[in-house]
Structures are given as structure tokens and as C-alpha cells.
């Protein structure tokens, strides 16, 4: 079936990971997407035409999840490496490492603010981070089981984190205790957050499902069974009507949550799809997985605008409020309405004009400081002070690093490079490495045959004068 007008399309699909991609994440402004991946890098893609991309290197096993700051001066990711990077999102690539956790890190988020960071880890412990100092500030263990998520609610009072124990588990920030306990006897969820007014969860089971929980009341509101294998992401679109899902499956699927039923099934990946995301205003969304690819797609069946989304969500922060019919958002009718059947969008059936799929690429390796820490031990780097400038609080900015300044300086440097700037792939810079390896071994091969061939050379001229020697004395003696 061919897409109707209000349908999602794939606009763009970006190639430069070499495994799977693990999780995507667009910037506030929506101009760029960051990718992780199993191959250890983290991508920056611009969502300019012909735009450079940015290969961040220095994780040292697979990169699990990435998030932006809300300001967008910040990238941060989490590896099984078992570290927690912070990177700014320039072609210098400065990052701090933060090292705490004792197994593999499955998970960052920010909180609304910016000011607080929480990592989730198979060590079973969550951990809270205090961005304006770089400092580990506690940790939150109940979990019997691997922890696979944690998420800020939008007012940041609240955690919610899911583990393979089976059970999703809602922190309070303020006295860090376990203050709500959902569990499942079927599987485990994967993915867990929050929709934009901070009053329902959503998970995405292992057991193909999603479920969406009131947590003011503890009751399940709706169980979806659309998937034919284990949901691995989710993501609420900003006015809280619809969510869409990543599946092992190869699917993405869009879910209308006000009448309660699937809308569309996109087909555009090859193999699992492990991640999802709507950028800020919902007017698009993107897509990674098992294929190494990075799919772009346009939302078109509904879009909000960012400021009035806060000005609505600012209404409606505090879970402990009565529901009220204003948690679920009314809308405009919308063409799909009418739709009986779920509509399925294969973009391989047509030709589309998609733009360069494979964008320059700039290659940076991270100089880093790391923090180091457990539960009890605080440490802040000698270099910690050098990042500290582009973080969150407005005061530590200066003048250059003001999120307008670091808005234009990201813009900037996004621009169609110059011949001379453009940067050498991957596949060549590693047989270029390659051939200077082998490069290496012939001069010094070369080296020990011109020893030999000098000690042979020496040798033989002894030999010829113990010849002319013997001679000699032979021609005396006659």
C-alpha cells in the first residue's frame, strides 16, 4: 500500500557503523542524531544534506545507550566497558570518564534540568551523578537482577528502572527509597520510561508485549500483544497519544493510545530493531539496528510544538494528583481515524529519492579525564575542571560556551567541508594502518639483511687477506 500524505515516510538512512546500532538520540534543536553502537563508536550525524559526521572513539567495548543534555552541550553514553562517558559534542571531542560501576552499563538518562545524571548497570545498582561538580552523589539497590534501564520523570522527583528479576521499580529521588513495585511472572521488560506528563509508564517486555501502567494507582491501562518478538525500545511521542516500538521482530510499530490499537507497522529494517526514538516536537523519528543502519523517518500523523508541550506538561508534573481527563491530551481529528485496518509502510516496495546515505566521516579520538569512584569515595579529576565549563549551570559558561555560542559553534561546524578537510573512512585508514605495519616489518627486515650482508661483506674480506697472506708466505718459502 502506498503512503497517504498523513502517513510516517522514510526520509533518510545514514551508513557509517560497522555492528549494530544500539541506541539513537536526537539533540533539543532536532538538527542532529546520536548513534551508539556494538562497534565501540559513537556517531554524530547531522541532519543536514551532504553534512559531516563525527566518529567519537574511545569506549573499549560496546556502546549501550547515548543521550543528549537537555541544553545540548553534552552527549553521554554508557558502554560495557562498564564506563559512563560525557562527551562535548564538538569536532575536539573532549570527554570525561566516570568509572563506578562494577559490570557492564546498560543505560544513561538526564534528568529534565540537566543537573543529574542515572546509570544503570548489571552490577544490579543504579547510580546518580551530580553534573555541575562531576561528582557520584548515591546509588539505588533493590534490584535482585541485572539492571537494564532507569529513567528521570519529567519533574525529576521520580526514577523508574526495570531488571531482569522481572519487576520495575519507581525510586524517589528525594529520600532514595523504592516507593513502587510492578512485577511480571511472563518476562522482563528491556525499556522503561515515562510518557511526557510523568503520570503512566511504559515498558516493552522480552515476552513481545507493551504495557502501560497508571503508577499514581498502580493499575495496568493497556496491554498491547502486536509483536512477534521481544520489544526492545519505546518511545512516547511529546503529546502523549501515541508510542512507538522497536522490536526483535524487524518491525517498528506506531500505537494510538486514546483508542487503544495499533495504526501503523514500518518495515525498513533487516533484522531486530533495538532502538527508537521521537525527537523533541514529534516531527520525527529514528530507528537503529542489527542491520548497522540509521533510519530517518518523517512523523506526518501528528506533530506538537515544543513550547506549548511544556507549557501543557508544566500543568501536570505530580503523580500524586487525581487522574483527570487532561492526562490524555485531546487532538484534532486525524486522517487515520478512519482507518479500520492497520496501515503497513514498506519503504523497500518504492523508490525514493533518499538523500547521501553515507556522509563524510571525521574520525576523533577522545582525550579524557576520569572520575573514579564507589559508594563511598568522591573523587573530582585535575582535568574535571576543563569540562566543567560546559556544563549545565549557566554560571560555570563562559561567554564562548553559552548554549547559544556551543548552538552556532555545533552549527558551524556542520557545514559541507573543504577537499582538504574532508576526512579518510574507516575501511581506508585501517589499511593504510595496515600497510605501514607491514611497512615497519620490510625496513626492518631490510635492516637485519644489510647487518648480515655487512658482517658476510667483513668475513669475506678477512678471508681474503688471510688468503694474501698465506700466499705470501707460500712465495717466501719457494
Same mark, same amino acid.
Given at each position: 500500500?502506498?503512503?497517504?500524505?498523513?502517513?510516517?515516510?522514510?526520509?533518510?538512512?545514514?551508513?557509517?557503523?560497522?555492528?549494530?546500532?544500539?541506541?539513537?538520540?536526537?539533540?533539543?534543536?532536532?538538527?542532529?542524531?546520536?548513534?551508539?553502537?556494538?562497534?565501540?563508536?559513537?556517531?554524530?550525524?547531522?541532519?543536514?544534506?551532504?553534512?559531516?559526521?563525527?566518529?567519537?572513539?574511545?569506549?573499549?567495548?560496546?556502546?549501550?545507550?547515548?543521550?543528549?543534555?537537555?541544553?545540548?552541550?553534552?552527549?553521554?553514553?554508557?558502554?560495557?566497558?562498564?564506563?559512563?562517558?560525557?562527551?562535548?559534542?564538538?569536532?575536539?571531542?573532549?570527554?570525561?570518564?566516570?568509572?563506578?560501576?562494577?559490570?557492564?552499563?546498560?543505560?544513561?538518562?538526564?534528568?529534565?534540568?540537566?543537573?543529574?545524571?542515572?546509570?544503570?548497570?548489571?552490577?544490579?545498582?543504579?547510580?546518580?551523578?551530580?553534573?555541575?561538580?562531576?561528582?557520584?552523589?548515591?546509588?539505588?539497590?533493590?534490584?535482585?537482577?541485572?539492571?537494564?534501564?532507569?529513567?528521570?520523570?519529567?519533574?525529576?522527583?521520580?526514577?523508574?528502572?526495570?531488571?531482569?528479576?522481572?519487576?520495575?521499580?519507581?525510586?524517589?529521588?528525594?529520600?532514595?527509597?523504592?516507593?513502587?513495585?510492578?512485577?511480571?511472572?511472563?518476562?522482563?521488560?528491556?525499556?522503561?520510561?515515562?510518557?511526557?506528563?510523568? &503520570?503512566?509508564?511504559?515498558?516493552? @517486555?522480552?515476552?513481545? %508485549? #507493551?504495557? /502501560?501502567?497508571?503508577?499514581?494507582?498502580?493499575?495496568? $491501562? +493497556?496491554?498491547?500483544?502486536?509483536?512477534?518478538?521481544?520489544?526492545?525500545?519505546?518511545?512516547?511521542?511529546?503529546?502523549?497519544?501515541?508510542?512507538?516500538?522497536?522490536?526483535?521482530?524487524?518491525?517498528?510499530?506506531?500505537?494510538?493510545?486514546?483508542?487503544?490499537?495499533?495504526?501503523?507497522?514500518?518495515?525498513?529494517?533487516?533484522?531486530?530493531?533495538?532502538?527508537?526514538?521521537?525527537?523533541?516536537?514529534?516531527?520525527?523519528?529514528?530507528?537503529?539496528?542489527?542491520?548497522?543502519?540509521?533510519?530517518?523517518?518523517?512523523?506526518?500523523?501528528?506533530?506538537?510544538?515544543?513550547?506549548?508541550?511544556?507549557?501543557?506538561?508544566?500543568?501536570?508534573?505530580?503523580?500524586?494528583?487525581?487522574?483527570?481527563?487532561?492526562?490524555?491530551?485531546?487532538? &484534532?481529528?486525524?486522517?487515520?481515524? @478512519?482507518?479500520?485496518? %492497520? #496501515?503497513? /509502510?514498506?519503504?523497500?516496495?518504492?523508490?525514493?529519492? $533518499? +538523500?547521501?546515505?553515507?556522509?563524510?566521516?571525521?574520525?576523533?579520538?577522545?582525550?579524557?579525564?576520569?572520575?573514579?569512584?564507589?559508594?563511598?569515595?568522591?573523587?573530582?579529576?585535575?582535568?574535571?575542571?576543563?569540562?566543567?565549563?560546559?556544563?549545565?549551570?549557566?554560571?560555570?559558561?563562559?561567554?564562548?560556551?553559552?548554549?547559544?555560542?556551543?548552538?552556532?559553534?555545533?552549527?558551524?561546524?556542520?557545514?559541507?567541508?573543504?577537499?582538504?578537510?574532508?576526512?579518510?573512512?574507516?575501511?581506508?585508514?585501517?589499511?593504510?594502518?595496515?600497510?605501514?605495519?607491514?611497512?615497519?616489518?620490510?625496513?626492518?627486515?631490510?635492516?637485519?639483511?644489510?647487518?648480515?650482508?655487512?658482517?658476510?661483506?667483513?668475513?669475506?674480506?678477512?678471508?681474503?687477506?688471510?688468503?694474501?697472506?698465506?700466499?705470501?708466505?707460500?712465495?717466501?718459502?719457494?
Amino acid at each position: 500500500m502506498a503512503a497517504a500524505p498523513e502517513d510516517p515516510v522514510l526520509e533518510r538512512y545514514f551508513k557509517g557503523h560497522k555492528a549494530a546500532v544500539t541506541s539513537v538520540a536526537f539533540s533539543p534543536s532536532g538538527k542532529q542524531l546520536a548513534t551508539a553502537s556494538w562497534d565501540t563508536f559513537l556517531m554524530l550525524w547531522n541532519c543536514k544534506p551532504q553534512a559531516r559526521a563525527f566518529r567519537y572513539v574511545g569506549h573499549k567495548d560496546v556502546v549501550t545507550s547515548v543521550q543528549f543534555s537537555p541544553l545540548g552541550n553534552l552527549l553521554a553514553s554508557a558502554s560495557r566497558d562498564r564506563t559512563v562517558r560525557l562527551w562535548i559534542p564538538d569536532k575536539r571531542g573532549k570527554s570525561s570518564e566516570f568509572k563506578a560501576h562494577t559490570a557492564p552499563v546498560r543505560s544513561v538518562d538526564f534528568s529534565a534540568d540537566g543537573q543529574f545524571l542515572a546509570t544503570a548497570s548489571e552490577d544490579k545498582s543504579i547510580k546518580v551523578w551530580n553534573m555541575y561538580r562531576q561528582r557520584f552523589l548515591y546509588s539505588l539497590y533493590r534490584h535482585t537482577h541485572w539492571v537494564r534501564c532507569a529513567k528521570f520523570s519529567p519533574d525529576g522527583r521520580l526514577i523508574v528502572s526495570c531488571s531482569e528479576d522481572k519487576t520495575i521499580k519507581i525510586w524517589d529521588t528525594t529520600n532514595k527509597q523504592c516507593v513502587n513495585n510492578f512485577s511480571d511472572s511472563v518476562g522482563f521488560a528491556n525499556f522503561v520510561d515515562f510518557n511526557p506528563n510523568g &503520570t503512566c509508564i511504559a515498558s516493552a @517486555g522480552s515476552d513481545h %508485549t #507493551v504495557k /502501560i501502567w497508571d503508577i499514581r494507582v498502580n493499575k495496568l $491501562l +493497556q496491554h498491547y500483544q502486536v509483536h512477534s518478538g521481544g520489544v526492545n525500545c519505546v518511545s512516547f511521542h511529546p503529546s502523549g497519544n501515541y508510542i512507538i516500538t522497536a522490536s526483535s521482530d524487524g518491525t517498528l510499530k506506531i500505537l494510538d493510545l486514546l483508542e487503544g490499537r495499533l495504526i501503523y507497522t514500518l518495515q525498513g529494517h533487516t533484522g531486530p530493531v533495538f532502538t527508537v526514538s521521537f525527537s523533541k516536537g514529534g516531527e520525527l523519528f529514528s530507528s537503529g539496528g542489527a542491520d548497522t543502519q540509521v533510519l530517518l523517518w518523517r512523523t506526518n500523523f501528528d506533530y506538537l510544538n515544543c513550547k506549548d508541550m511544556i507549557k501543557r506538561n508544566l500543568k501536570r508534573l505530580h503523580f500524586d494528583s487525581s487522574p483527570h481527563l487532561v492526562d490524555i491530551y485531546p487532538r &484534532t481529528p486525524h486522517p487515520h481515524e @478512519g482507518k479500520i485496518e %492497520t #496501515v503497513e /509502510i514498506n519503504p523497500k516496495l518504492e523508490v525514493i529519492d $533518499l +538523500q547521501t546515505a553515507s556522509p563524510p566521516v571525521v574520525d576523533i579520538l577522545s582525550f579524557d579525564s576520569t572520575t573514579t569512584t564507589d559508594t563511598t569515595v568522591r573523587t573530582l579529576p585535575d582535568k574535571g575542571e576543563e569540562i566543567s565549563r560546559y556544563f549545565l549551570n549557566p554560571s560555570l559558561l563562559s561567554p564562548d560556551c553559552s548554549p547559544a555560542a556551543l548552538k552556532k559553534k555545533t552549527e558551524d561546524m556542520s557545514d559541507i567541508p573543504s577537499e582538504s578537510q574532508r576526512s579518510i573512512p574507516l575501511a581506508v585508514t585501517d589499511a593504510l594502518e595496515h600497510i605501514m605495519e607491514q611497512l615497519n616489518v620490510l625496513t626492518q627486515t631490510v635492516s637485519i639483511l644489510e647487518q648480515r650482508l655487512t658482517l658476510t661483506e667483513d668475513k669475506l674480506k678477512d678471508c681474503l687477506e688471510n688468503q694474501q697472506r698465506l700466499f705470501n708466505v707460500i712465495q717466501q718459502k719457494s
